[in-house]
C-alpha cells in the first residue's frame, strides 16, 4: 500500500512539473556554492540537458551512476589501510552521538569529518600529509566514543575481539599521532618512496627494489602491469600481487559494480558500448590486465551520447606510478557545445576572410580545432568530491598512439566552479549599474560557453605564420603563451559583437556579445586581481593575456571614452558603526561597437606579430600590459573581494537520481535532484554504498 501511494504521489509530482515546462526553474538563483570549511568548498552541478534525453538514456545514466557509486569505497581503502574503519566510526558519531551538537569540540569535529570524506580519508586530497583535527583525543575517546551507540544504520566498525574503547585507543593512535603513517604519497629524497607512502598500494614491508624488481621495464605496446592490484610480501619475503576483481581484493564492491554494468548494458546506445560494456566486465571478473587494453582499445572507438570513465586509472596516489586509483565519471556530450560547434565549423572559412587581420596572415583554407565538452551525471571514487575539469585517456601510450584517445572538457563543472566563484554577489559588488547584472545574469553563461567555443575552434586555428619564419615557440620564445591565448581570445571577441553571430543563430542577440565584453573588461582590469598578492606582478600566462587585452583597449579608447573608469563614492557602514564614504572603482563599457573595433586593431597587430614572429613588439606588448599591476585597483580589489574570500580547493556534491515506477513496477521515468548538504550526501552513500570490509 505504501509504495503505491508514493507512485501516485510522484506521478501528481511528474504531471505539476511537466505542465510547468515552460516556467524553467530560475537558472541564476542556482545556489552553486553550499559551505565552505577549512581549506575546502563545496560546489553543486547543474546536469543541463537530462531532462531532454529519452528514458533509454537516462536509464542508462541511472546504473552507471549505481556502478560508479558501488565502487566508492575502494579508493577510501586505496589511499590508506585504515580509511575505512576511520570513516565509518566518524560517521557512526555523526549519526548517533547523543550529546551536544553545539559546542565547539563538535563543530571541529564535524569539520574533521567533512576533510575525511572530501580527501577519500584522514591524508589531504592534495598535500598529502596526515591532516590535523582541531579537537583533542581526550574529546575523541572519552566523550565521542564513550557516549556514542552503535545504530542498526551507522554502526562502529569493530573487529574480532575488538571492543568499543579497544576501537577508540586504536583509531586515536591513526588520528591524533603525527608520527605514524604520516604522508600518504612520500617522494621527498632520500627517503623510500614505497616505505615511506602510507597508500595501500603495497604490503608493509614492500620497498622500492622489491616494486623495480618485480615488475620489469615494458615491452613494446604492454599492459600497465601492476595497474590493478596490490603487491605484497608473505612471511618468507617472497612478493606476490594481490588483484583487484571478482573474488580477489575488493569483490564485494566489484561484484556490485559488475552488477549495474550489466544492467547498463541492456540499454546501451549501440552494439560498440555494449561490447565496452562486455569487456569491462570480464576485466572486473578475471583481472587480467591484458583485458583492459582491449576494453581501453573498444572504449575508444565507441562514440556514444552518454559515455563514461570507470576502472583503476590515475597513478598519481602511488609514488612508483604504477597502481592506478579507482575513478568513474558519468558524462553526457554537451548536445549544446557540439552544435554550436559544429555550427561555428560550417563558417570558420567566413570568420577567417572576414577577420581584421592582414589578408597575407590569412588561411586559404581553415580547418578547426576538434573540441569536445561533455556534462558530467556523477562522479565517484578519485574524481570526486575533488575533481579535474579536463580528462584526457587512456593513458597507455600505444593505444593513445595507435588507435586514438578521448579528450572532453567537463563543461558544467567549470561554470558551477565559475558560478561558485563570481556568484551574483560578486556582480552585485563589481558591476556599475543594474543594467550590467541583469545582463550577466541573462546572458553571462551563454556569452562564456560561446566565447569559449570561439576562442578554441576559430581562435586557435585561425591566420598562419609568414614563409621563412619560424614557429611561434622559438620566434616569440618566453611570450609565446601569452600572446597566443590573447590572440585567440581576441578572435572570439571580435565576433561575439558581429551581427552574423545572430544570422546564424549561435546567438539571440548582441546583448549576449555585450555581456560578454562587460566581464572581459571587468575581469581583465579588475577582478581576476583577487588571485595575486598585493605587490606581486602577473605571472600566469592567461592572466597576462587578459589584462594585456582590457588595458590595452582601455587605452586606445581613452580619447573616445570607449572604456569609462568611474569612481563612485559608496556610503558604507564602519566596524565601529560610523557611517564612511568608500571609493569604489568601476571600468564600464560605453561604446560596444567602437570596443569591437579597437578588439580587431589589437588582434590584427598580434597576428602581425606571430606570422612575423616579432620578439621586440611581443615583448613590449606584454611587458607594458599584461604584466605590471595598478597597485591602487591591486589593493581595492582585494579590500571589496575580501567579504567573498574563497577557499582555494572545490569539490562538487553529486545530483541525485531516482526512479519513477509505475503500478507495474515498470520504470517510467528517472528523477533528477540537487542535493545541497554535502554530509547527508556523505552519510547516504555511507549507508548504500559500504561494501568492503573494515579491512581488506
Ligand atoms: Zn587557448
Known amino acids: 500500500m505504501k509504495t503505491q501511494k508514493l507512485t501516485i504521489y510522484f506521478i501528481l509530482f511528474l504531471l505539476f512539473t511537466s505542465c510547468n515546462k515552460e516556467k524553467k526553474p530560475n537558472e541564476d538563483n542556482f545556489q552553486y556554492l553550499t559551505e565552505q570549511f577549512a581549506d575546502l568548498k563545496m560546489i553543486r552541478y547543474k546536469v543541463p540537458g537530462f531532462e531532454n534525453l529519452n528514458l533509454k538514456q537516462k536509464k542508462l545514466i541511472y546504473y552507471l551512476a549505481q556502478a560508479s557509486l558501488s565502487g566508492r569505497d575502494i579508493i577510501f581503502d586505496q589511499n590508506y589501510r585504515h580509511n575505512l574503519r576511520v570513516r565509518r ?18 563543530t571541529a569535529f564535524m569539520e574533521y569529518t567533512k576533510r575525511v570524506w572530501f580527501s577519500g580519508g584522514i591524508h589531504h586530497h592534495y598535500a598529502s600529509k596526515k591532516m590535523v583535527p582541531n579537537f583533542s583525543s581526550e574529546y575523541f575517546i572519552n566523550e565521542l566514543m564513550d557516549k556514542t551507540p552503535s545504530s542498526q544504520e551507522y554502526s562502529f566498525p569493530l573487529l574480532e575481539d575488538e571492543d568499543k574503547m579497544d576501537l577508540a585507543r586504536s583509531l586515536d593512535q591513526i588520528i591524533f599521532n603525527p608520527n605514524i603513517d604520516s604522508k600518504r604519497v612520500n617522494r621527498d629524497a632520500g627517503v623510500d618512496i614505497i616505505l615511506a607512502s602510507a597508500n595501500n598500494y603495497y604490503g608493509q614491508s614492500v620497498n622500492i627494489n622489491d616494486v623495480n624488481n618485480f615488475y620489469p621495464k ?17 612471511e618468507n619475503g617472497n612478493l606476490y600481487e594481490q588483484t583487484y576483481k571478482i573474488d580477489g581484493m575488493y569483490s564485494d564492491a566489484i561484484k556490485q559494480i559488475v552488477y549495474w554494468i550489466k544492467k547498463a548494458k541492456t540499454v546501451a546506445e549501440n552494439e560498440a558500448q555494449a561490447k ?24 575508444v572507438q565507441t562514440l556514444t551520447d552518454i559515455d563514461w570513465i570507470n576502472g583503476f586509472v590515475e597513478v598519481y596516489g602511488d609514488a612508483a606510478g604504477r597502481k592506478g586509483a579507482y575513478e568513474s565519471i558519468v558524462q553526457i556530450k554537451d548536445l549544446e557545445a557540439s552544435k554550436t560547434t559544429e555550427v561555428i565549423n560550417e563558417y570558420v572559412q567566413w570568420f577567417e576572410d572576414n577577420s581584421s587581420i592582414m589578408n ?10 576538434s573540441y569536445k565538452v561533455v556534462t558530467v551525471a556523477m562522479e565517484s571514487g578519485d574524481a570526486s568530491p575533488s575533481s579535474p575539469i579536463g580528462v584526457n585517456l587512456p593513458n597507455n601510450n600505444w593505444i593513445r598512439t595507435d588507435k586514438g584517445s578521448k579528450s572532453v572538457s567537463l563543461g558544467n563543472l567549470i561554470a558551477a566552479y565559475s558560478g561558485a566563484a563570481t556568484g551574483s554577489d560578486f556582480l552585485k559588488e563589481f558591476c556599475s549599474t543594474e543594467e550590467e547584472i541583469q545582463r550577466a545574469k541573462k546572458y553571462g553563461d551563454k556569452a562564456d560557453k560561446l566565447g569559449t567555443l570561439l576562442h578554441e575552434v576559430v581562435g586557435h586555428a585561425s591566420g598562419q605564420i609568414n614563409d621563412g619564419v619560424g614557429t611561434p615557440k622559438e620566434t616569440l ?75 590595452w583597449a582601455y587605452e586606445k579608447g581613452l580619447k ?21 564614504a ?12 567602437k570596443l569591437q573595433n579597437i578588439f580587431g586593431q589589437l588582434l590584427r597587430e598580434i597576428q602581425r606579430i606571430t606570422s612575423e614572429g616579432d620578439f621586440d613588439a611581443g615583448q613590449a606588448l606584454v611587458e607594458q600590459y599584461g604584466v605590471k599591476v595598478d597597485t591602487d585597483i591591486h589593493a581595492e580589489v582585494l579590500n571589496r573581494s575580501k567579504q567573498f574570500d574563497s577557499a582555494p580547493y572545490g569539490g562538487f556534491i553529486n545530483p541525485k537520481y531516482s526512479l519513477l515506477k509505475n503500478d507495474n513496477n515498470e520504470i517510467i521515468d528517472v528523477l533528477i535532484e540537487y542535493p545541497d548538504d554535502f554530509t547527508s550526501q556523505m552519510m547516504n552513500y555511507a549507508r548504500k554504498y559500504s561494501f568492503l570490509p573494515h579491512i581488506n
Open 477 to 551: 620564445k618566453n611570450y609565446k603563451s601569452t600572446l597566443e591565448e590573447a590572440r585567440a581570445d581576441l578572435v572570439a571577441l571580435y565576433y561575439i559583437m558581429n551581427p552574423k553571430l545572430v544570422e546564424i543563430g549561435l546567438m539571440e542577440s548582441l546583448e549576449c556579445g555585450k555581456a560578454e565584453y562587460d566581464s572581459y573588461i571587468r575581469n581583465g582590469l579588475m577582478l581576476q586581481l583577487r588571485r595575486i598578492e598585493l605587490g606581486q606582478n602577473i605571472e600566469q600566462d592567461h592572466m597576462r593575456n587578459r589584462q594585456l587585452v582590457s588595458s
Open 560 to 580: 573616445d571614452n570607449v572604456i569609462e573608469k568611474k569612481i563612485k563614492s559608496i556610503p558604507t557602514l564602519s566596524d565601529s558603526g560610523d557611517t564612511l
Open 218 to 234: 615494458g615491452r613494446d605496446k604492454a599492459p600497465e602491469y601492476g595497474l590493478n592490484s596490490k603487491l605484497n610480501k608473505d
Open 582 to 593: 568608500l571609493k569604489k572603482t568601476f571600468f564600464v563599457v560605453n561604446d560596444y561597437k
Open 89 to 106: 566510526t566518524l560517521e557512526t558519531i555523526v549519526a548517533n552521538y547523543p550529546g551536544n551538537r553545539d559546542s565547539e569540540d563538535f
Open 276 to 299: 565496452s560494456f562486455d569487456l569491462l566486465i570480464e576485466y572486473y571478473t578475471t583481472g587480467d590486465i591484458n583485458k583492459w587494453d582491449e576494453y581501453c582499445v573498444q572504449w
Open 360 to 369: 597575407e596572415h590569412k588561411k586559404e583554407n581553415v580547418i578547426g580545432v
